[in-house]
């Protein structure tokens, strides 16, 4: 790299509330300031915890202009005195020092909402950190965590990495990191089983999928490790009234066209689409049927049972029950 | 004869004669006359089904042992200020929440404890003593079992079935259980209380089940009378598969804006006192500290509001279960041939259209399905979902 001889840009804005990249963005920053000095020193302040005066002093010029690398974190609770102390620096800033502003871009008070924006318009270096919510973004995450690490993995390979490790993306990269250096480089599925084992990740939505689906031994399996990691009871059983009640009142509606029916259901296009789908090899008996059921174990999971685990358990053998019968 | 308060209490002679009988004895003890306490106690149960006057009696109860005069003139100082709850030694407890807490037992059963201040009596009214926490009621046992000398308990719960009351408390009490008033003593008190005209009358007297307030309601507010012909209309109007969600998502509704509507009106006003009462807009020092004082306590009131606004939205929603499971009792009753009292009067042909489609078992497992979804709400099940499936059975038969 030729970058040894430019100095750091002098503001950057890391935007989003994924820690574990809002990290490595801060992290960056301090490495090419620390290419340029090797001595430049880190600061991290809280804006919360910090006045006008302490920030007009980290960000005076010094002496012998040494590096240094000061980071703002939560500036989403950012006062206005502060912002605009911020804003004077800004437009004015010293040699050698990089002010990285950690924004969730969120924030209540008016000043704290329209700092990205002021800053961005002031020329700040954006880094995106949004959460990682979408499954395909995640595989390209891990994808691109193995790749840095210096290893392949395949398609199949990740599926079953994300299964196992769940979705926090510390704890993805962590193993990432370790399978390559275990598995030589290749990274495929029996690389991921030889050492994890189980699933970290079930919510009820995921139970409630496979029930209405009417995938027995799928359903139960989902049940059980819901049950294994904790999911509340409350929440499955929630999950299940919602989708019988989204596909009974799909079909309820008659075939059509979802964009148009949204308006009219008062959901979302996909739902709808989904629902569509979902609500074959259902019939209005054995939705009605279904309906008592989640009803009926909404009230168990509160309380009306003795032990909600079986309660779900029988719920969800009860909807797939239904659907076969009909 | 009886005494002037009594005609409060609508169609129950025999508890009112149970009732003027222990007056009479607790008057005696006062008077010093005598130190049997007769027919007189400490502690009462009031019982009956909703809207027979359990707070009422025990207000009037009440209103005749504070009595100047002894016996409930009903227009002394004493009656007066007892019935509207401003007597210095009546003791109201009317939980706007869904239920009441040990912490305000705790409290109550201390205040019990003083001696009366008029020299009669020192009265502790729990109104709904069924929403009693099982904390609460154990810290009200040992009050109510022996209370001071003057203290009386004077517990009301909404039921048939004095058993919704623990059985430790219930042991300790005298049960007045009130009846189901009949339509034309309702009928009467509305004409001469509230001034209802007489067709009016007799047709909310006629419907109400047997609850006054609810007579009242019908007989006075326009918007009730609709929102119960609209839910009286669901049982006949379940045609196409949608109708299930459309009649479900009306129910919802219209108890929602009901809690809402209630809690516009009041929450911001009691917020603002709150805030007012502790300081608020204030400047100098220790503001910051008096801030955060107050929005603690508006946090707690934000709290027992949400509590108020959920069970005003169950309990709109109870009314529109009872008024629908009535009508599917007249069904039932029409089918049969009966010949018994309708619940809906005014709907009498419709229940007969229903009797002469349904079999009497599709009419019954209807009238099961409301009263399990009134079973379910009781349980914390999400009301969309309870209704939900109530409807669909409703549809289905």
Known sequence: MTASATAPEPLHLVLGDEELLVERAVRAVLDSARKVDATAELTRVRVSELTAPQLAELVSPSLFSEGRVIVLESAQDVSQ???????????????????????????????AKALPATLKKAGATVTECDKITKPAEREAFVRNEVRTAGGRIDAAGVVALIDSVGSDLRELSAAAAQLVADSGGKVDEDAVRRYHRGRADVTGFMVAEKAVAGDRA??????????QIGVPHVLVADALADAIRTIARVSAAGRGNPNQMAGELGMPPWKIRKAQGQSRGWNGTSLAEAMRIVARVNAEVKGAAADPDYAIERAVLDLIAAKERR | MTQ????QLVGQEPAVETLSAAAKSAAALVDGETTDSGAMTHAWLFTGPPGSGRSVAARTFAAALQCNLGLGCGGCNGCRTALSGTHADVRLVVPEGLSISVAEMRSLVQAAARRPTT??????????????TEGAANALLKAVEEPPERTVFLLCAPSDHPEDVSVTIRSRCRLVTLRTPPPAAIAQVLMERDGVEERMARWAASVCGGHIGRARRLATDESARKRRSAVLRIPLGLRRPSDVFVCADELIKTAEADASEESKVRDEAEQDALRTAMGSGGTGKGVAGAKRAADAAV??????QKSRATRTQRDTLDLALVDLAAFYRDVLVTASGAGAMLNHPDHATQSTDAASQWTPASTLRRLEAVLACREAIEWNVKPRIAVEAMVTTLREG
Do not use: C, F
């Open chain 1, 81 to 111: 005195e502060i912002s605009d102390a911020v804003m004077s620096y800004v437009a004015m800033p010293a040699d050698g020092i990089a002010l990285v502003v950690v924004h969730t871009g969120g924030g209540r008070s008016k000043a």
């Open chain 2, 299 to 304: 946090r707690q009131l934000e709290k027992r």
């Open chain 2, 119 to 132: 020299g009669r009596w020192q009265i502790v009214i729990i109104e709904d003593a069924d929403r009693l």
């Open chain 1, 218 to 227: 799928a359903a139960l399996e989902s049940v059980r490790w819901s049950q």
């Open chain 2, 4 to 7: 002037a308060v009594w005609s």
